[in-house]
């Protein structure tokens, strides 16, 4: 299970109706950020966050709406007195800031972070969840989506059958649940396979906030639980959407459809967007082709 909160939902610049656009998952105690724009850190204490669950930070791309805050909250995990490492996954050229703000801007790291520059593939395993990604089609620079998942779960654990087979309840229990073969006191051997279901797959959730529809993106919300997509422009704004690297909300809807999402996002909304009937306008043309969308606003939270 994971718990989205989103911190900012808007495009290039905050406004005093949303900040730029980043996500936090929490997920059994850890927490992954994705995007780190100006003023994340507060939306991450309004939010009541706890910095140390904080396991990793993933930049989409180095476009200041999504990396402008970064500095600023590395150096306050070092002044809060982190000692925990952190992860810091992007793609290539994220590094480079991390070493000009330790030469410039006096960033301290206390802590070990681990700054992983990626093109494609998973980039943290743990603890039965992945974060991989993708390219997406972005202009100007190089830009990852991320897709996280649980490893899939064993099937529902059925206690009354078991105990008709004569396993008494207690530390049997738990081994057939870990899925090992256990033998009762009289001889007899009960498989996991008489006493559980079938596989669970676990959530799954992907994060594609500036992109044109595109293959990468396919792949990363194939079959997810939440896609969070690229809303910036409304279908008349197409040709724009088009030559800036950003998708329409009827586009995000389409993406959606073709992935076999279960529920839509829209996120990343230009600021033209900020009156409740030109946001309708996105979420309509966006039902219009996919019914389970909703628009994202700064501090909303859902499960996935
Ligand atoms: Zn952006
Ligand atoms: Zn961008």
Redesign the pocket.
């Known amino acids: 299970m994971f718990y989205v909160t989103v911190l900012g939902s808007g ?2 610049l905050p406004t005093l109706q949303r900040h ?2 980043s996500v936090a998952v929490q997920r059994e105690g850890d927490i992954f950020l994705f995007d780190c724009g100006e003023g994340t850190q507060l939306q991450w204490l309004k939010a009541g966050l706890r910095r140390g669950k904080l396991r990793a930070i993933c930049i989409s791309h180095t ?1 200041g ?2 990396v402008n805050g970064l500095v600023g909250f590395l150096q306050t995990l070092g002044l809060h007195g982190r000692e925990r490492p952190l992860t810091l996954v992007g793609p290539p050229g994220l590094g480079k800031i991390i070493k000009y703000a330790k030469e410039t801007v006096g960033l301290r790291t206390p802590y070990h972070l681990e700054t992983i520059e990626s093109t494609g593939g998973s980039v943290i395993e743990m603890g039965g969840c992945t974060v991989s990604c993708q390219l997406l089609e972005h202009h100007g620079r190089d830009t990852l989506g991320f897709r996280v998942e649980e490893a899939e779960r064993p099937g529902r654990f059925d206690v009354e059958t078991a105990l008709g087979l004569g396993v008494p309840e207690g530390p049997l229990f738990g081994a057939l649940q870990r899925g090992e073969r256990v033998e009762l006191p009289d001889g007899t051997v009960v498989d996991p396979s008489q006493v559980l279901g079938l596989p669970r797959s676990g959530s799954a959730l992907a994060y594609c ?2 992109t044109r529809p595109c293959e990468g993106a396919l792949k990363l919300a194939h079959r997810v639980g939440l896609l969070i997509f690229d809303s910036t422009y409304s279908e008349d704004l197409s040709f724009e959407a088009n030559e800036r690297g950003h998708s329409t909300a009827r586009e995000a809807a389409q993406m959606a459809l073709d992935a076999g999402a279960k529920h839509l996002l829209l996120i ?1 909304f230009s600021e033209r967007y900020a009156s409740r009937k030109r946001l309708n306008g996105l979420l309509e043309e966006a039902r219009s082709l996919f019914l389970q969308v909703e628009l994202a606003h700064d501090l909303m939270e859902i499960q996935v």
């Open positions: 495009a290039t730029t656009t476009h709406d999504h906030p500036d990343h």
